[in-house]
């Protein structure tokens, strides 16, 4: 079985995200940066008056490797820089081609 990764992450080092998908060896993944829109830590829309942009990254990973990635970027949520954000949805996959 597969899982889906949808990591939102705002901040100066996308590369955080990157170490720790090559680290868990997931396999592979999609990179979109300078991502815009709205949440709880209000708009990022990369202007003066909305500063802030966001890289979204995907992956389809086994199962067996969810956990502990899941561990591994709580850890670095809560070592974040004050106002820098992370989230991360995991989504079932029935087909992955």
């Known amino acids: 079985m597969m899982k ?3 990591i939102v992450y705002s901040g100066s080092d ?3 995200i990157e170490r720790e998908l090559d680290l868990h060896h997931v396999g592979g993944y999609t990179e979109l940066s300078r ?3 709205t949440g709880t830590s209000g708009r990022r829309e990369g202007t003066r008056a909305w500063p802030g942009e966001s890289t979204v990254f995907l ?3 086994p199962d067996e490797r969810v956990d502990a990635l899941t561990v591994a970027l709580v ?3 809560g070592a974040l820089a ?3 954000r992370l989230h991360m949805a995991v989504l079932p ?5």
Do not use: K, N, W
Not at 93 to 97: A, G, N, V, Y
């Open 82 to 84: 004050p106002g820098e």
């Open 4 to 6: 889906t990764l949808l």
């Open 14 to 16: 996308p590369q955080i």
């Open 93 to 97: 996959t029935d087909t992955f081609l």
């Open 75 to 77: 850890a670095a949520r």
């Open 59 to 61: 992956s389809v990973v």
């Open 35 to 37: 991502a815009h829109g």
